[in-house]
């Protein structure tokens, strides 16, 4: 990458990448720092769950709103794209999902594999399914995130003809959800999962449309300002958990409001963050960050079992966590981690380029939305469940045989080969517009 000038097409946004690529890290050292292994036996768990300075940083730190940002501004613009060009919403559900699914199916035969060596090698098996459960919890990501993608066209759709109305549905439901749940005390939040992440992944649309861009620089400051005190209003006064990590599971309006803070927040810094990415060190940079990104996410918790795996075989410590010992043993932890991820980054990818190649056979919208679902209940039973549950090899069938579908496509008649071949006309001309 150092050596050539990637080709940027004229409708990409820099900016959207950049923080897609600076994020990671930050997803990465929180979870390296939550891992916490101590005890006589060896146990797993979170090891911030009571450091108190947490709370305040997840009020700036929790990037997960940004996440969901710009992956609806990605998603819209490759929707509309493959729209222009005459695709189906099963054509881009096969196309997203087949995308998401195979590096999931990798990275979860590579954690159970790790799982495996620790235990031929002795390791406590009450440890290991402490320590599978606690590498389970960065999946919750890959579930929502499936979900929120198989919406897109039909969001955008609503986006386009009724924006705001659509805006104010979601949120809408989002503070309905929190109030039938915490007042009521009837057991409905899990439904934010799909309502606050779609309002936040409509946000990235808006971002895409310029809607913010357009705005005074002040307007923006003062309703991200708005948006955090609107936060403190509930935490004060309504009794929300002031741990925006403990808003995640599952999400609460706090949620929508960091994401709509940090939308004003990021359109103000955007002029500075594009002239940033002017320069060739910080475009190659976060060129390697986007390009292994989904390596580094998944793959972040098999480095993180191959380090452990490596302390125990040389028989070195686990101090008591956050004491001194300890926070200053997590500059070695981290380290390592990267180090094994570094290693990862060159040959996970020389691995998943073994994949067949997608079959041209349309694909009914239903069994797209079928294979989605497979997606999200493989990734879903491991991530509740743990790995090391017996349900784990059915759920990595069951993803395997999505995989599989989406791979052949059907169950249709194949695409015709001039149609193919006028479709991926138009889908070059759509790019290069």
Known sequence: MARAVPRIPPDRDLSIDFVRAICLPVVVLLHALQMGIAGDPLRAFNALAEWRPLTAITWVGMIMPTFFIAGGFAGITTWRRMHGAGGTAAEYIRARMLRLARPVLFAMLGVLAAMGILALCGADPEFLRTFAFRLAEPLWFIAVYAICTSFVPLMAALHRRAAWATYFTLAGLAVAVDLVDRSLHVP??????????????????????????????????????????????????????????????????????????????????????????????????????????????????????????????????????????????????????????????????????????????????????????????????????????????????????????????????????????????????????
């Open 188 to 433: 409905v939040g899990a439904l934010n999962w799909l309502f606050v992440w779609l309002f936040v992944q409509q946000l990235g649309f808006g971002v895409r449309d310029q809607w913010y861009s357009r705005r005074p620089r002040r307007l923006l400051l003062v309703l991200a300002l708005v948006a955090y005190a609107l936060m403190a209003v509930a935490v004060l006064g309504m009794g929300y958990d002031p741990d925006m990590i403990a808003n995640l599971n599952p999400p609460t309006v706090l949620l929508l409001l960091l994401g709509l803070a940090q939308v004003y927040l990021f359109t103000l810094l955007q002029p500075a963050i594009r002239a940033a990415m002017r320069q060739r060190p910080v475009l190659v940079g976060i060129g390697a960050l986007g390009v292994f990104g989904m390596v580094v996410y998944l793959w972040h918790t098999v480095a993180m079992a191959v380090v452990v795996g490596a302390q125990l075989a040389l028989g070195l410590p686990f101090p008591p966590v956050l004491t001194t010992t300890w926070w200053i043993t997590r500059i070695p932890w981290v380290l390592a981690i990267v180090a094994v991820l570094a290693v990862l980054c060159l040959i996970v990818p020389r691995i998943e380029r073994l994949w067949p190649a997608e079959r041209a056979r349309r694909m009914p919208l239903w069994a797209a939305l079928a294979c989605a679902v497979a997606l999200v209940a493989s990734v879903g039973w491991v991530l509740t469940q743990g790995y090391l549950t017996p349900g784990t090899g059915a759920a990595v069938v069951l993803l395997a045989a999505a995989i599989a579908w989406l791979t052949t496509g059907g169950p249709v008649q194949r695409t015709p080969v001039d149609a193919r071949a006028r479709r991926s006309d138009r889908t070059e001309t759509g790019a290069q517009a």
